[in-house]
């Protein structure tokens, strides 16, 4: 097992109220026994201030899930920008998730909200993945390629951002790549990365998508993954540790 730092990350998507502090407490208290671990929680909008309030020592990060391309305030209905979540107390941010781009966000859109959360110092978590029909026709990495090189700017602080794999035909279906293709294409994400914007800094590549306690060890065999975004697991403090307990096992 290595020794480098991992990353825990939950995405709890559209869930959790106040009192859905019970499990961010007590995922903070489980966090020191690991000190390898970073472990990031990804909640919605309105819980932000709340859970950094409430947890008076903190062993975690607090992060948003998604922001608005503009800067700052505006007459903007409904929006939130990335300085309005730095304030909330954010750390970390999501953006790119397959998701939203279902939704009609562009590699553009999304270059936009990358540079807003990087003028607020923030930590981007940037998600590309591949859809089935390109997995089928052999398009991953080309897909995978494009989505980084159009959302991403050679200016871009690349020290600030987080590359999280996700197959979209992986998540929320328990189904997970074959560790033999998980390796080939994150080592592609991690040398193309390089090649593309004329680095020598190997970036931070996380796995995510159906992960959970029982798959967790066999992902643990791929030393090139630097940790995971987990999504539906997260949103309990038993499963989200059980794969870190899991993970180290």
Do not use: M, W
């Given at each position: 097992m290595t020794n480098k730092l991992k990353y825990f990350i939950g995405n709890w998507k559209m869930?959790?109220?106040?009192?859905?502090?019970?499990?961010?407490?007590?995922?903070?208290?489980?966090?020191?026994?690991?000190?390898?671990?970073?472990?990031?929680?990804?909640?919605?909008?309105?819980?932000?201030?709340?859970?950094?309030k409430r947890l008076k020592k903190r062993n975690l990060s607090i992060g948003a899930q998604n922001c608005s391309h503009r800067e700052g305030y505006g007459p903007f209905t409904g929006a939130v920008s990335a300085k309005m979540l730095k304030k909330m107390g954010a750390e970390y941010i999501i953006?790119?998730?397959?998701?939203?781009?279902?939704?009609?966000?562009?590699?553009?859109?999304?270059?936009?909200?990358?540079?807003?959360?990087?003028?607020?110092?923030?930590?981007?978590?940037f998600c590309v993945g591949?859809?089935?029909?390109?997995?089928?026709?052999?398009?991953?990495?080309?897909?995978i390629r494009k989505q980084i090189t159009k959302s991403i700017d050679k200016k871009f602080n690349k020290n600030k951002i987080i590359l999280a794999y996700e197959p979209v035909w992986s998540i929320g279906t328990n189904k997970i790549p074959r560790v033999n293709d998980l390796e080939k294409v994150i080592k592609f994400i991690k040398s193309d990365f390089k090649r593309s914007f004329?680095?020598?800094?190997?970036?931070?590549?996380?796995?995510g998508g159906s992960v959970n306690k029982k798959n967790v060890k066999s992902l643990s065999i791929v030393k090139e993954i630097d940790g995971f975004l987990i999504g539906g697991a997260s949103q309990s403090a038993k499963k989200f540790i059980d794969i870190i307990e899991n993970y180290y096992k």
């Open positions: 869930f959790g109220d106040f009192s859905s502090y019970k499990i961010i407490y007590k995922i903070n208290q489980y966090v020191p026994k690991h000190k390898k671990s970073k472990v990031v929680i990804c909640v919605p909008n309105i819980l932000i201030d709340f859970f950094k953006l790119g998730h397959s998701e939203n781009r279902q939704e009609g966000e562009t590699p553009q859109l999304i270059k936009k909200k990358i540079l807003s959360a990087l003028n607020q110092k923030l930590n981007v978590i591949e859809k089935l029909k390109d997995k089928k026709k052999g398009k991953t990495f080309s897909v004329k680095t020598k800094k190997i970036p931070k590549v996380l796995y």
